[in-house]
T-cell receptor
Framework: AQKVTQAQTEISVVEKEDVTLDCVYE???????LFWYKQPPSGELVFLIR??????QNEISGRYSWNFQKSTSSFNFTITASQVVDSAVYFC?????????FGTGTRLKVLA | GAGVSQSPSNKVTEKGKDVELRCDPI?????LYWYRQSLGQGLEFLIY????????KSGLPSDRFSAERTGGSVSTLTIQRTQQEDSAVYLC????????????FGPGTRLTVT
């Protein structure tokens, strides 16, 4: 069965702290993609990052970084030096073929 | 803009009435998805269209739900005989063809059934 688990329902941090959002997935497919999306209070989901199943490495894009580990089926996402505008619900998603499986989301609150 | 648009943004309807929700995907995107998001919950897959292929309807919760996509572009999600449990935000997303491509989401339609 395919499944995405985001165990953290809500996280609160103080501005400028680093924060890591956890994501664990299940799939039997060997070819898949993983995504992180952000849903700010305005409601519209925004694509953040993408990871394929072939490259197991850490990546950095601006204040965002992510760690993909196939051995533990984890795809964790880190925001460095968090800002109030980062406050949102973050969704991890698994795509195999044409279907996306979304986690239940982690609500991040960044306090000034 | 050139993003995914949805209409109406809000819809209040009485229990038992039919509603139609519209989605205009990004031009050139062959894949179109409908999701339902209940308050504070994740995204529940409803239906998927890809080009001229038969849609994947496996996520539709009951036969009261149907969707069509005309001309490979605009899509309409229809809910017949609405129930209070249908109250949710209905999200549409489109993407380019291919497993590597991300989805682009519309702003959603908030449906309230009274």
């Amino acid at each position: 069965a395919q499944k995405v688990t985001q165990a953290q329902t809500e996280i609160s941090v103080v501005e400028k702290e680093d924060v890591t959002l956890d994501c664990v997935y299940e799939t039997r497919d060997t070819t898949y993609y993983l995504f992180w999306y952000k849903q700010p209070p305005s409601g519209e989901l925004v694509f953040l990052i993408r990871q394929n199943s072939f490259d197991e490495q850490n990546e950095i894009s601006g204040r965002y970084s992510w760690n993909f580990q196939k051995s533990t089926s984890s795809f964790n996402f880190t925001i460095t030096a968090s800002q109030v505008v980062d406050s949102a619900v973050y969704f991890c998603a698994l795509k195999m073929g044409r279907r996306y499986i979304f986690g239940t989301g982690t609500r991040l609150k960044v306090l000034a | 803009g050139a993003g995914v648009s949805q209409s109406p943004s809000n819809k209040v309807t009485e229990k038992g009435k039919d509603v139609e929700l519209r989605c205009d995907p990004i031009s050139g995107h062959t894949a179109l998805y409908w999701y339902r998001q209940s308050l504070g919950q994740g995204l529940e897959f409803l239906i998927y269209f890809q080009g001229n292929s038969a849609p994947d309807k496996s996520g539709l919760p009951s036969d009261r739900f149907s969707a069509e996509r005309t001309g490979g572009s605009v899509s309409t999600l229809t809910i017949q005989r609405t129930q209070q449990e249908d109250s949710a935000v209905y999200l549409c997303a489109s993407s380019a063809s291919g497993v590597r491509y991300e989805q682009y989401f519309g702003p959603g339609t908030r449906l309230t059934v009274t």
